[in-house]
Structure formats: structure tokens, C-alpha cells
């Protein structure tokens, strides 16, 4: 790693965050909440969505344009879906009160379901699928997103970068848990390459003229100018199947806006209600109660089975070890538990200004 970086632990760093969302005013339980699912993210070695996204909450707060007090209502509840508007509150915060509520219904009837619209940002949506898991269930979050995404043999982004997450528990010390976008890249990774000035991958995004982009940088300009698209899982054009990544992507829009009667495609890149912008999404929910079906433990030895038999097939010459989703991110979880949170010097400035302006004087970072 390079010099710059320096090792923060996860216990604190946990807290700071918390202390800055305390600091402009969400109540103490809902930042707790927020925290934990930024710093699952760091911890899971997802860091284009831990505290790298903290920043960019703390701004659009000071604008106004989430509720720092989350107020949900409750606009449908049946016995196994429900419908809530989240009111422009804190998208962790509604989210995760959602997939309770799917969790309680699966535990009652078998199937939870919850839309929600009005929400937003949410953080990693495989936070809310390991809340089902943990309770012996198979968990499905999704959300969609700021427009991204081009239709195949398109250059104009339209669908976010659209996670469709699911998991489900395993006799392991890890479950299975595939939590990605439907994009190659996603917008956070751009950030994270541009934070530290690396170029893009080849062949994950495009121009307004469909010519290959890799500077991050100039992605995340033209992006702002809807000149820039991610391209969908498989890629451009039809050789690779990015129609495929297209279509899950559409998937996501619909379930996070159409059961939802909420915003979608372009009207995610902010709309404004009283003179203030307002950047809403919508999400869905899906708990499935396992033992309405086989039982936990049959289902958990079948996905044991399932998981150890992908693991154990022939593997390329010259590759030494097979993954199932999951796997890596329970193996960063345990060195950064002990090692701690690596954060960039651009990191390390938005820690400073947050922690100047808020004046969280009680921590003693080693940039500070």
C-alpha cells in the first residue's frame, strides 16, 4: 500500500461517524444504525461505500437535502407486504426499519416483502440481505440509483447502478452473499480511482459517442454533464450479452419504483419540492423464512454442500484457489478487525474537515 495510507481502527472510526451524524442532528439511535452499515461496508472491503461515502452524506445534509429525522409512513401493511415513504429521511436508517419488517412477516407467514419510496441513499445493499441472513432467512435488498447505466446500443445514462443483492445462510463461518451492482463498475468505484488517480479498467465505460473513457476524473465530470455511461454487466453492444446486465438493471428500476408508484430514471438525478433539491430513490425488500420450506438446518447443509462442491471443482492451471460470494469479504473482514480501516490521504482531509467543523476534538487520528 502506498505511504500515504494509513490503518484506522473499525471501533473508532465506527464511532467518529456516528458522532458526525449526531453532530448535525440525527437522533443517536438512527446514527448508530447509519454508522454500522457504512463501517460493515469498510470492513468487508467494500470502500467505495463505507467511510468513503461519509462525506458526501455530511454535504447533502448541511443542503438540506435529507431529513436528518427520519419520519416513516406506513401507506400500505398486509400481512406479508407492506408500502413506506420514507420522506427524504436517511436511506440506512429506512432500510433497515423495512427489512424488519419483511423479517417479522417471513417469520410469521413466510414471505415478507416491503417497498419503500422516498428514500434515500441506503449505503451497501448486502447490509440489509445479512439482516435476513442472521435470522435464519434468505434476504434480497435492492435499490435503484442515479442514472448511470445506458440502454444497450445506447450512450445516454437512464438506470442507476442498480444493486440486486441476495443472500443466504450456510453451516460456514460465512454465507452466501452476491452484492454488486449491475453495472461493471460502480459510480464509487470511479470515485475511489480518482481519489487516488488510477486509471479505469478498459471496456466499463463510454462517452456520448460510445468511445471507451478510463481517466476517472474526466468520467465523473462528463457524468455530471450526462455524457459519461457505466456500461451494464457483459458490456457494450450484444457480443458480450450486456443486454443482460440491461435487463437486471430494469428489473431493480421496476421493483424500486413501480410497486411503489415512485421516482425512476431521470427523476432520480434530483428533482425540487419547495425550493429544495431533493435526490429521492426507491427500495425493495425480500425476506424468505427457510424454515416455511425444508427447515434452516436442511437448508443451510444443501448450501453448505452447493458452496463446498463450487469450491472444490477443477480449477485453471496456475490458479490456486475457487471463491464463492462471500468468501473474500469474511477473510477482509478478519485482517482489517485486527488490522483496521486503510484510509487515503483525500480520506484523511474529509476526516479533518469534518471533524474540525463538527469540533469532535475527543479523537486523535495521526493526520489530525
Known amino acids: ?114 417497498a419503500v419510496r422516498n428514500s434515500t441513499h441506503f449505503g451497501i445493499a448486502g447490509y440489509y440481505s445479512l439482516m435476513a441472513i442472521k435470522e435464519g432467512m434468505i434476504g434480497m435488498a435492492v435499490t435503484n440509483a442515479r442514472p448511470s447505466i445506458p440502454p444497450t446500443f445506447g450512450c445516454e445514462p437512464m438506470l442507476g447502478t442498480n444493486p440486486l443483492t441476495i443472500g443466504a445462510p450456510t453451516d460456514e463461518e460465512f454465507p452466501f452473499l452476491i452484492d454488486c451492482a449491475t453495472s461493471i463498475i460502480q459510480r464509487g468505484k470511479v470515485e475511489l480511482n480518482a481519489r487516488v488517480d488510477k486509471p479505469l479498467p478498459e471496456n466499463t465505460v463510454i462517452d456520448d459517442e460510445g468511445k471507451i473513457m478510463t481517466d476517472p476524473n474526466k468520467v465523473l465530470e462528463k457524468m455530471l454533464e450526462r455524457k459519461a455511461s457505466l456500461l451494464p454487466l457483459g458490456g457494450k453492444g450484444e457480443d458480450t450479452a450486456g443486454y443482460k446486465g440491461y435487463g437486471y438493471a430494469t428489473v431493480v428500476e421496476l421493483l424500486s419504483a413501480a410497486l411503489q408508484e415512485g421516482i425512476y430514471l431521470r427523476d432520480t438525478l434530483g428533482i425540487v419540492e419547495n425550493g429544495q433539491k431533493r435526490l ?89
Open 280 to 368: 429521492k430513490v426507491g427500495h425493495f425488500f425480500l425476506a424468505i423464512n427457510t424454515e416455511s420450506f425444508i427447515g434452516l438446518n436442511s437448508f443451510k447443509k444443501t448450501a453448505t454442500n452447493i458452496m463446498r462442491a463450487l469450491r472444490g471443482s477443477r480449477k485453471i492451471p496456475g490458479e490456486s484457489k475457487i471463491y464463492t460470494a462471500g468468501e473474500k469479504e469474511h477473510f477482509v473482514k478478519i485482517e482489517r478487525k485486527e488490522k483496521g480501516i486503510p484510509l487515503n490521504k483525500s480520506l484523511q482531509n474529509d476526516i479533518k474537515i469534518m471533524q474540525d467543523e463538527l469540533g469532535l476534538d475527543e479523537y486523535s487520528f495521526p493526520f489530525s
Open 1 to 114: 500500500m502506498s505511504e500515504d495510507i494509513i490503518y484506522i481502527d473499525s471501533n473508532t472510526l465506527e464511532n467518529f461517524m456516528r458522532d458526525v451524524f449526531i453532530g448535525l442532528g440525527v437522533p443517536k439511535e438512527d446514527a448508530s444504525i447509519i454508522a454500522e452499515v457504512l463501517i460493515t461496508s469498510d470492513l468487508r472491503g467494500i470502500d467505495s461505500h463505507g467511510i468513503q461515502r461519509c462525506k458526501m452524506y455530511y454535504d447533502r445534509i448541511k443542503e438540506g437535502i435529507y431529513e436528518v429525522k427520519t419520519k416513516i409512513d406506513v401507506i400500505k401493511d398486509g400481512p406479508t407486504t407492506a408500502l413506506l415513504d420514507g420522506n427524504c429521511g436517511m436511506g440506512h436508517v429506512i432500510a433497515y426499519k423495512a427489512m424488519q419488517m419483511a423479517i417479522e412477516k417471513a417469520k410469521k407467514y413466510g414471505l415478507g416483502a416491503v
